[in-house]
């Protein structure tokens, strides 16, 4: 079974809080849509993933977008733990 999860949360801190909360669940091949994954006043969707991804080395590949990247797809896989 394939997880996907649907992210809604909007600001920095309540889109961090939900994914480190998931971590346990996200495993390779998880799939995670943003709904306001950035706008021309706000990245704070895209702040929070790339802070859980140094936190707990996750990597991920973009599945799709809307060409404003207002709306994104990722699937989520882990990175090498550094020495």
């Given at each position: 079974n394939q997880l996907v999860i649907h992210m809604d949360a909007d600001l920095y801190s309540s889109t961090l809080y939900c994914l480190?909360?998931?971590?346990?669940?996200?495993?390779?091949?998880t799939i995670i849509v943003f709904d306001e994954f950035t706008s021309s006043d706000h990245i704070d969707e895209f702040a929070a993933l790339e802070d859980y991804c140094k936190s707990c080395y996750k990597?991920?590949?973009v599945l799709a977008t809307r060409t404003d990247y207002l709306k994104l797809a990722i699937e989520m896989s882990k990175c090498e733990i550094p020495n």
């Open positions: 480190m909360h998931l971590d346990r669940h996200i495993t390779d091949g990597d991920y590949k």
